[in-house]
Every structure is written in structure tokens, then in C-alpha cells.
């Protein structure tokens, strides 16, 4: 499902990016006491009352300025403004009303969108300050006051932000439907693959907007079953997203991970594998999303009866973080090996939905620790009571030992290749969540 999209703006050095980490509890943005240290904008999940939501920092807005970054940060901030769906205006209690404040509130009346008014630096606990009743002047509802550096108030911010994000989509839930993200860097092709695949299939549903913005997403229906393809703009690397629209394509590309159940993974055969292929893959392995690693261009490539075979070992050493992921090598421009695709999708796509009952689960754990003893350490030897499957999507493990500690890396690796021999889990990644059980329960 798609996100809500809710932007922090306000002028510089109000405490934009203190704010932004606190909702995702985590140290995400730069933070520090001077203003423009927020350039790009910068994107991470949040969630309220069982809400997720994608957040959007951006740069302080300087209305009035010659300086030619500050103008950069100003036009990312419109972008993202442009983009959300709720947008949080942050203020400086001490500094009180400025020009610039009146001016960003007048943009964002302008835009049309709902505006929580966030006064911030309200760091006492009690009675808000009566500077506070001053940015009822801004005219854009009741100042919500908060204190970004301690949390005061955020609450009762979120609950006034809650009340105006965008229902779900009772369509995204649809099972039957299975929604394949194509991602990768500029120019691998992505766009030509969905062409292929539009121009060559015998019943095209139908071409829609799709939710995320600027995305369209093509429904295509075989005999696999139905595929809404999302084709998302390249990611490129960070140092090369200069041009204003290039920083909303890559919040794109990843929110369009996040709507996905299956991953393409889409490499250029003739340049080969890159650092940003494997931040790319990296994301989707995150995430928990089935991935196939789909090697485009093959047809540019010149071949002997082991090419494919070495190219493959190649990037099975590249891709070692995600080794579960297939390959499938394809041509979009000729159509070579396109048709693979789909029964390949919907095989990750169950794999990454799979449900192993506990008794086939601890037979497996059984017979590995037979065959591999635990590891111990300086007498103490682990023990692994049982394992269970949590969830799904991707498939989630709970293992009960007596100490955590010593349920070292290479062991609980040594077990997820026990698991994937015999139950297959090829195209999705595996967690495990490590439990001690409390001497009572022993």
C-alpha cells in the first residue's frame, strides 16, 4: 500500500530535523544549531495509532534570498510541499511571528493541503507560554505546542495529524493481485521492460495512476494471474542528484519497494554490477520484500556455453548479502526470456508468503543440531528449546534458547540454510527473532 506523505517544513533553524528524528526515533537528520545544514530532503517511515506514514525533512525555506543553495533549499521544500498529502509547519516559540513564518504559511494556504502548526521549543511542562496565542496570527488553525528536543506535545500534534491522512486503499489489499516494484539505477532499462511486456501480453487490463504520485503503474493479467507493474524513475547516486525532480524520484523509487510484494532488480549486463546496484538491492533486502535479480541488456553482451554461468558465480559474490535472490538473464529490447519472468515472480511471491507448521519446523531443528552440535562457550553450551514461524512477508522465525549469547551469527546462518534446504524460501529473505525463555518456562 501506499504511503501518506507528511513533509516538516518552516524557515531555517527551528528545529525541523530534531523533530523529524524524534517521530521516527532515530538520528536520521543532521542536526545541528545552524541553518542550511538540511539540504535535500530526507525520507523515513513513521507510524501513529497503527498508521504508517512516510516523512519528508526538508531544508529551511528562506523566502526572501539571493544565495543560490538557500534557493535550491527552498525549491525541495516546495517539491516536497507539492508532493504530501499532510504537511507539518514548524515555528520557534522565542523567536515568535516572523516575516519569513508568515510568509511560508501563506505558500502552504496557497497549496491547498491540511497544516499542522507545530510551535516548537514549548520545553516546559504545564501551561503553553502565552507567546504561543500569537501564531494564531498565521492564520492556519490552533498552535500545536511541542518540544521537539524532549517530545512534550508531540502527541497531541500526531493525533491533529492523524485525523487528516488519506484513508486506505481497500483495493491494495487485493491477494490476487500481485504488485512488482522495478527498480535499479538510470538507463537499465526499466521503462523498455514495461513496454515489452505491455506491447507483448495478450490482455492488458488497463494503465492507471498509480497511488504513489508521478508512477504509473501497468496492470497486466496471463496466465500466471494479475501483475500491477510499478515503474519507478533510476536511483542514482547521491553526489550525481543535482536537478530538483531527480530528489523526488528516488523517494519515488522507494515507496514504491514499500507498496511492493516482489522486487525486480533490474543490472545492466554491459556495465555490470555497481556500488549502487547493491544500494538499490539493499533496500528491498530491508524491507523483507521477494526479489529476482534481473540482468538486462544480455543481448549487447558476447557469449560462449559459459558466459552465462561465470557472469552469474560473478554476481552471486556481489549480491553474497542477498544470496537467495534468482537470476534471470533477459534482453527488453528483443523480448528474450521476458516471458520467464512471471511464473518466476509468482514462485518468490509464495515463497515470501510461505507457512511451515511448528512440527515440520523443530523436526528441521532437530536434525540440524544432531548433525551440527550448538556452540558453547567456556562451558556453557546452548540450548535451542524450539522454533516457531511469527509471520509472513517476509517469513519470520522465533527461536527459544537458554542464552542469546550464544547463539552466535554463523550458527543461526548454518540454520536458515537448514530451513531453506528443505522448505526451498528461494527469492525471499529470512529473519529470526532470538528469545531467551525465563527459568520458570525451562
Not at 218 to 232: A, K, Q, S
Amino acid at each position: 500500500m501506499a504511503l501518506p506523505v507528511v513533509a516538516v517544513v518552516g524557515r531555517p533553524n527551528v528545529g525541523k530535523s530534531t523533530l523529524f528524528n524524534k517521530l521516527i526515533g532515530k538520528r536520521l537528520s543532521i542536526v545541528e544549531d545552524t541553518p542550511g545544514v538540511t539540504r535535500d530532503r530526507i525520507y523515513a517511515k513513521g507510524e501513529w495509532r497503527n498508521r504508517q506514514f512516510m516523512l519528508v525533512d526538508t531544508g529551511g525555506i528562506e523566502t526572501s534570498t539571493e544565495d543560490v543553495i538557500l534557493k535550491q533549499m527552498r525549491q525541495q521544500a516546495e517539491l516536497a510541499i507539492e508532493r504530501a498529502d499532510v504537511i507539518i509547519l514548524v515555528t520557534d516559540v522565542r523567536c515568535g511571528v516572523t516575516a519569513d513564518d508568515s510568509a511560508v504559511a501563506s505558500m502552504l494556504q496557497k497549496s491547498g493541503k491540511p497544516v499542522i502548526l507545530a510551535v516548537n521549543k514549548c520545553d516546559t511542562i504545564g501551561e503553553p507560554p502565552m507567546e504561543l496565542y500569537e501564531f494564531y496570527n498565521l492564520g492556519i488553525g490552533d498552535p500545536y505546542p511541542i518540544s521537539a528536543a524532549h517530545g512534550h506535545g508531540t502527541g497531541d500534534m500526531l493525533d491533529a495529524l492523524y485525523e487528516y491522512l488519506p484513508e486506505e486503499d481497500a483495493e491494495d489489499d487485493d491477494e490476487d493481485n500481485i504488485k512488482v516494484a522495478i527498480i535499479g539505477k538510470p538507463n537499465v532499462g526499466k521503462s523498455s521492460l514495461v513496454n515489452r511486456i505491455a506491447g507483448e501480453e495478450r490482455v492488458i487490463v488497463s494503465n492507471v495512476a498509480g497511488t504513489t504520485r508521478d508512477a504509473t503503474d501497468t496492470v497486466v493479467e496471463n496466465d500466471e494471474g494479475t501483475f500491477t507493474l510499478i515503474d519507478t524513475a533510476g536511483i542514482r547516486k547521491k553526489a550525481k542528484v543535482t536537478e530538483r525532480i531527480e530528489h523526488y524520484s528516488v523517494l519515488r523509487a522507494y515507496m514504491a519497494v514499500d507498496r511492493a510484494d516482489v522486487c525486480l532488480i533490474l543490472i545492466d549486463a554491459a556495465e555490470g554490477f555497481t556500488e549502487q546496484d547493491s544500494k538499490v538491492a539493499g533496500y528491498a533486502h530491508e524491507q523483507g520484500k521477494a526479489s529476482i535479480i534481473v540482468v538486462n541488456k544480455w543481448d549487447l553482451i558476447e557469449k560462449d556455453n559459459k558466459t552465462m554461468r561465470e557472469y552469474e558465480d560473478k554476481l552471486k559474490n556481489d549480491f553474497s548479502f542477498m544470496s537467495y535472490a534468482p537470476f534471470l538473464f533477459i534482453s527488453a529490447k528483443t523480448g528474450q526470456r521476458v516471458q520467464k519472468l512471471f511464473s518466476l515472480i509468482r514462485e518468490v511471491y509464495l515463497q515470501n508468503n510461505i507457512r511451515i507448521s511448528t512440527g515440520m519446523l523443530n523436526d528441521v531443528l532437530a536434525y540440524a543440531t544432531t548433525r551440527v552440535q550448538p556452540p558453547s562457550d567456556k562451558g556453557k553450551r546452548l540450548k535451542i528449546y524450539y522454533i516457531t514461524q511469527a509471520s509472513s512477508k517476509p517469513p519470520t522465525f522465533v527461536i527459544f534458547v537458554n542464552r542469546a549469547d550464544l547463539f552466535h551469527f554463523s550458527y543461526q546462518r548454518y540454520l536458515e540454510n537448514q530451513i531453506r534446504s528443505t522448505f526451498g524460501l528461494s527469492g525471499t529473505p529470512v529473519r529470526f527473532v532470538v528469545r531467551e525463555r525465563a527459568k520458570d518456562e525451562k
